[in-house]
């Protein structure tokens, strides 16, 4: 990703002004990424590297009002957010969160949020990053019918990347045991090791916390909300809440639906748990900008996927005209 030119950033600008408001009009924009790498990665495509990350915070360090989030969402509340204002977050609680953003972000003076899901702390890993991991490994011919998945010709990257997408698509929206248990077979046939250095530590979020990022919680397990019974998915909120607050010694009260989408992922049901947990703010991965008629338990938020400067930059901008109002 190149910085903008003169004419470019000239462009997001008058876009920004354009679409946004402030006060009682204005709208908010979060955007949400997960990890960032230390250089790209053909298997990980949407995942901006340190080079792109920091062009991106630079660009809209220069053209929004970044806010932390609790500050923002109050704001909004009580009608005087700024135009343009905008916040950072990341999902899951990656290790590079601290290793490699941090220090761009301090670099800019970007707050940002951090979700973690407490479970894969100090050495875990998600299934969807062991399927990764293992296919990465995996041999050109990778049999995995026996499972109840497919034979998988793995000839490049391309074909590793499509075989990742596929076999984390049917195995995403089983119980918390079984995809677990899929995912571990799978890295057993690679040579995989169970322990792993993806995620955060106890340290790194107690860091991040010292260092001015909001900690907000993202369950135990990651579990899709709707694929478990209520009463574990109250478990799993509070869980998650109460030992980020032991290692940081700070309230938690931010909150991100696991893969967010609304109806599918999580319903009125989690909503409603999310207030009696005591969290002020939830956030969603539906797509759009929030409003002051907004559920604040339901925010939605944008995935800066751009390969450009420019195209980041208008995403953000054209973000604002999209008032989004989600109702699980």
Same mark, same amino acid.
């Given at each position: 990703?190149?910085?903008?030119?003169?004419?470019?950033?000239?462009?997001? !600008?008058?876009?920004?002004?354009?679409?946004?408001?402030?006060?009682?009009?204005?709208?908010?924009?979060?955007?949400?990424?997960?990890?960032?790498?230390?250089?790209?990665?053909?298997?990980?495509?949407?995942?901006?590297?340190?080079?792109?990350?920091?062009?991106?915070?630079?660009?809209? #360090?220069?053209?929004?009002?970044?806010?932390?989030?609790?500050?923002? %969402?109050?704001?909004?509340?009580? *009608?005087?957010?700024?135009?343009?204002?905008?916040?950072?977050?990341?999902?899951?609680?990656?290790?590079?969160?601290?290793?490699?953003?941090?220090?761009?972000?301090?670099?800019?003076?970007?707050?940002? =949020?951090?979700?973690?899901?407490?479970?894969?702390?100090?050495?875990?890993?998600?299934?969807?990053?062991?399927?990764?991991?293992?296919?990465?490994?995996?041999?050109?011919?990778?049999?995995?019918?026996?499972?109840?998945?497919?034979?998988?010709?793995?000839?490049?990257?391309?074909?590793?990347?499509?075989?990742?997408?596929?076999?984390?698509?049917?195995?995403?929206?089983?119980? %918390?045991?079984?995809?677990?248990?899929?995912?571990?077979?799978?890295?057993?046939?690679?040579?995989?090791? /169970?322990?792993?250095?993806?995620?955060?530590?106890?340290?790194?979020?107690?860091?991040?916390?010292?260092?001015?990022?909001?900690?907000?919680?993202?369950?135990?397990?990651?579990?899709?909300?709707? #694929?478990?019974?209520? %009463?574990?998915?109250?478990? /799993?909120?509070?869980?998650?809440?109460?030992?980020? /607050?032991?290692?940081? *010694?700070?309230?938690?009260?931010?909150?991100?639906?696991?893969?967010?989408?609304?109806?599918?992922?999580?319903?009125?049901?989690?909503?409603?748990?999310?207030?009696?947990?005591?969290? /002020?703010?939830?956030?969603? =991965?539906?797509?759009? #900008?929030?409003? !002051?008629?907004?559920?604040?338990?339901?925010?939605?938020?944008?995935?800066?996927?751009?390969?450009?400067?420019?195209?980041?930059?208008?995403?953000?901008?054209?973000?604002?005209?999209?008032?989004?109002?989600?109702?699980?």
């Amino acid at each position: 990703m190149k910085s903008l030119s003169r004419p470019e950033s000239t462009l997001v !600008r008058l876009a920004s002004r354009a679409f946004s408001r402030t006060g009682r009009s204005a709208t908010l924009v979060v955007l949400i990424f997960h990890r960032i790498l230390a250089e790209p990665d053909p298997l990980l495509p949407s995942e901006p590297d340190a080079a792109s990350f920091a062009i991106q915070m630079g660009l809209a #360090a220069s053209q929004f009002n970044i806010l932390p989030l609790s500050d923002a %969402v109050a704001r909004l509340r009580d *009608g005087t957010l700024p135009a343009r204002a905008l916040c950072v977050t990341f999902d899951d609680g990656y290790a590079n969160n601290c290793t490699v953003a941090l220090p761009i972000l301090a670099a800019r003076g970007i707050p940002a =949020t951090v979700f973690v899901a407490t479970g894969f702390l100090n050495g875990g890993r998600m299934f969807n990053d062991t399927i990764i991991e293992s296919i990465r490994r995996a041999p050109a011919d990778f049999d995995l019918r026996d499972l109840g998945l497919d034979i998988y010709r793995l000839t490049g990257d391309a074909a590793r990347l499509a075989s990742v997408e596929q076999v984390i698509r049917k195995l995403k929206y089983l119980g %918390v045991r079984e995809r677990l248990q899929a995912s571990n077979q799978i890295a057993a046939r690679t040579g995989l090791a /169970e322990h792993s250095d993806l995620m955060l530590t106890d340290d790194q979020v107690h860091r991040l916390s010292k260092s001015g990022i909001q900690i907000g919680a993202h369950t135990v397990n990651h579990p899709i909300l709707t #694929a478990i019974d209520a %009463v574990t998915a109250r478990e /799993e909120m509070i869980a998650g809440k109460r030992r980020l /607050e032991a290692i940081t *010694g700070r309230p938690v009260n931010v909150f991100a639906y696991p893969n967010g989408r609304p109806n599918l992922d999580y319903d009125s049901t989690h909503v409603t748990i999310a207030r009696e947990v005591g969290f /002020e703010a939830a956030l969603s =991965t539906a797509w759009g #900008a929030a409003h !002051r008629q907004s559920d604040f338990l339901q925010i939605p938020r944008i995935a800066p996927w751009d390969k450009t400067g420019l195209r980041f930059g208008l995403r953000i901008a054209t973000s604002y005209a999209q008032r989004k109002f989600i109702t699980a």
